[in-house]
């Protein structure tokens, strides 16, 4: 066993003694509002946590695979459905600190959508290409959209996949180049709108707050492909097309991850691919209105709530800095090393903790974000994932 | 085999094109070989999945690459894949530690 095998297996022990004892007991009545998790990745565990106290409450284990791993909430909070990489989707009860259902709906996953209304769960796959839906009361099946294109009915790997209103699910078509919506206001199959030749290689998309505008990045070209959820007859539209001016791109040692709007002055700020650079993008008009240098391929673009400040993570070798920007002035405010692997960020919803995984120290630290001071450091086991409850309550998340 | 005489023999190899029929012998010692069990497991995983099985790039379990000739791989994990997201290692694998992963995914990572 490796030093780093060893050391993840012991703390994984002594968490596990530790928590053991703070653990939510069955009994005692509370909110979820507060609540988070945590995905450990290696040992393909979940931390249940919370902000108030900043603690952890439960770790949840044997949920597989957690190499890529998301989360959404139901619309109560009480429930966390956790997509892995292996295809497996578990519903795990945040109070009781188990999981309730767990289901390998295929062979290998990149991530889910809740409904609307909160009914049904969608996961996109990789293998085999599509999308499957369940039911978010008991995971049973529901639907399946096999991601078909070409003559040959190859499947595609589905990335960017999100709700949207009007029960409906939006998702692309990384081999196709292709964005599909999947209408389920009406019982029965659902209703499939597909937009073709939209660009080369959509790795992963974004629908803004409101729930009206979808946009793809694509890796195989030079743009962003947008698509209005309020007038689908209007087609796709490219947007920042160049934005790489023609140069050769930088080589790209993570996917960046497309998950970034900030309210303030309306801007949405978004990793370019294959440039150290921060795109800031005008959506009345759809322009460019800055690009802020960074240091290092950029990952996750994540704006504090109230929109003052947009956190930025990097890419391997530079995933041991993160970058905080400034929104008024748009530019970096400041930069923090807070260790090696920092994979994730998430901020509590009124915008007091900024919560990070330092994956390979095995630590999640909060900040208090206006004055750049970590103001608690929880063990984790290979933290990567953070997702706190209010998403439960988001169009998109 | 000194290190020089070990190039030299490779190039003359890979002239000859039959590099593939004699694999690179890989000395790593143990604190790199930790780092690129490491930088596999974790970089390499974040595309192709921290089992090998596969992600937005292909599986590299040992099934996955039986038909697959060594210089190709190494060439891959080198220089990268033109068109796919696929990004080069050379600023930072040198060639015989590209061999050392080939070898080690080969046995399989689990």
Known sequence: MSVIGMKTALSAMVAGVLLAVTAVQAGDLRGTGDMGVIIERQSGSLLIVESTGKTRLARVEELGDFSHASVKFSRDARYAFVFGRDGGLSRI?????????????????????????????????????????????????????????????ELSKVVGLVDAPGQRFVFSLFDAGEIWVADFSEPGEPDIRKFRDVGRQPYDALITPDGRYYIAGLFGEDGLVLLDLWDLDAGVQRIMDGYGRGEEPLPVYKMPHLEGWAAANGLLFLPAVGR????????????????????????FAVARPDGRQIWVNFAYPDN???????????????????????????????????WLSVRDENRVEIYDPDTLERVATLDAITPSGIFMTYRAHRIGL | MPDTLGKAFRLAVMFLGLAACFPLTAEIDEERAGELRHLLIQECGSCHGLTMRGG???????????????????????????????PGWNWKLSEEEAQWLVDLLREGVE
Do not use: C
């Not at chain 1, 295929?106 to 996109?124: E, T, Y």
């Not at chain 1, 960020?345 to 915008?351: D, N």
């Open chain 1, 320 to 354: 041991d800095t993160v970058q905080v920007v400034d929104v008024a002035s748009l530019e970096v405010a400041a930069e923090l090393k807070p260790g090696s692997g920092v994979l994730h960020m998430e901020f509590t919803p009124r915008s007091e903790q900024l």
């Open chain 1, 93 to 153: 009860d945040l109070l009781r600190g188990e999981t309730r259902q767990r289901v390998v709906q295929a062979g290998n996953s990149v991530g889910g959508a809740i409904s609307q209304d909160g009914s049904l769960v969608a996961v996109s796959n990789y293998e085999p290409g599509g999308v499957h839906v369940f039911s978010s009361e008991d995971l049973g099946p529901v639907a399946r959209i096999p991601a078909e294109y070409g003559d040959e009915g």
């Open chain 1, 276 to 299: 150290h650079e921060l795109l800031v993008v005008n959506p009345d008009g759809w322009r460019e209105v800055a690009r802020i240098p960074v240091h290092g391929q950029p990952i």
């Open chain 2, 56 to 86: 937005l790039g292909p599986a590299l379990t040992p099934e996955a690459l039986e038909d697959r000739h060594d210089i190709g791989l190494r060439a891959i994990i080198l220089h990268g894949v033109p068109g796919t997201p696929m």
